[in-house]
């Protein structure tokens, strides 16, 4: 079982965190989750171009595939506010592909490039 979250500030530093437990675990006890040591989604997996992904949800697309649609600014425009980023207007929605590693996890910082299979 898997649960994404949003966490850290609203600014650049905004990034998307995992839990997991195990799939006959008691889920409404903490003990039955485990939080990544790390963050699964940050605006370094993103080449500068966007800052601070967050917000998430999932769904499928027109074939089925999963997907992850979430917040995040135009790193530019984002450089350009000055106050605090909880009220920088300039968030977008995106949504990215959502891959599964050999053990099932959800991978979701893949680039565009990876994505396409170059280098």
Do not use: Q
């Not at 966490?7 to 965190?17: D, K």
């Not at 999932?58 to 992850?68: A, L, S, Y």
């Amino acid at each position: 079982m898997y649960l994404a979250y949003s966490a850290s500030a609203t600014g650049s530093e905004y990034c998307v965190g995992l839990l997991t437990a195990e799939e006959n675990a008691d889920l409404t006890k903490p003990e039955s989750w485990t939080k990544m040591p790390y963050p699964v989604l940050t605006s370094p997996d993103f080449d500068d171009e966007v800052s601070g992904p967050g917000h998430n949800s999932f769904t499928i697309d027109e074939n089925g595939n999963p997907v992850i649609v979430y917040h995040a600014r135009p790193t530019e425009e984002h450089k350009a506010h000055s106050g605090d980023p909880l009220y920088d207007p300039c968030r977008h929605c995106y949504v990215k592909p959502v891959f599964f590693d050999s053990e099932g996890a959800p991978v979701l910082n893949l680039s565009d490039k990876e994505f396409a299979g170059e280098n």
